[in-house]
């Protein structure tokens, strides 16, 4: 599983990357998590605000933070 978070460094965008980090070290899930900061990527995505965050090309969540839970069961999906 790739998982992206789009941001180019607010603290909403470092708060996402840690959480996603620690969910899924925490849950064990088999995933690459990138932090990308490139704003053509955003516009690929059809992303303009941060943070997103893109799970295996679709993104989930854009200009605010998910719940916890959310991200778990985007990641377990």
Request: net charge negative.
């Amino acid at each position: 599983m790739k998982v992206e978070i789009l941001g180019v460094g607010c603290a909403k965008c470092h708060k996402l990357e840690d959480m996603v980090r620690e969910i899924v070290k925490k849950n064990n899930i088999d995933a690459e998590v990138l932090k990308v900061e490139d704003l053509k990527v955003f516009g690929q995505y059809g992303v303009f605000m941060t943070p997103a965050l893109v799970v295996d090309g679709q993104v989930k969540v854009a200009g605010m933070l998910p719940k916890e839970s959310d991200i778990l069961t985007w990641l377990s999906a």
